[in-house]
């Protein structure tokens, strides 16, 4: 599961407002689980750091799966609580579910890291 979010996460970033942006990344990623487990995360804060995006909604979307990949967890949770309120907004019913999944696995990871 993570793989798959972190290389749709990724995915989104490049698609939005990345464009002509270089960022490091281990071409033995590629090949190697162990060094892509590594370079995800850093590939996230690097993407993060100079992601823009005027739409708030895709912002604070691509935003949560990015903070996710990059393994901050509680961050990625108030993302998601202020993309749902976006969403309450504009589609209220939508709003009140939505990414609920990502939700409880960012929960379920902070739990593993408490122990």
């Known amino acids: ?9 990724l995915c989104l970033a490049f698609s939005y407002g990345t464009q002509g942006q270089d960022f490091d990344f281990p071409q033995s990623a590629l090949t190697d689980p162990a060094v892509l487990s590594t370079a995800m995360p850093d590939l996230a804060r690097q993407v993060m750091a100079v992601y823009k995006e005027n739409d708030r909604e895709k912002y604070l979307d691509n935003l949560f799966r ?50």
Request: no cysteine; charged share 15%; hydrophobic share 45%.
């Open 66 to 115: 990015l903070q996710m990949v990059a393994g901050q967890y509680p961050e990625a949770l108030s993302t998601i609580a202020a993309l749902r309120e976006v969403l309450r907004t504009a589609s209220p019913p939508r709003g009140a579910w939505v990414n609920k999944q990502y939700e409880i696995y960012a929960h379920a990871k902070i739990e593993q890291s408490a122990g």
């Open 1 to 9: 599961m993570f793989r798959s979010v972190s290389l749709a996460a």
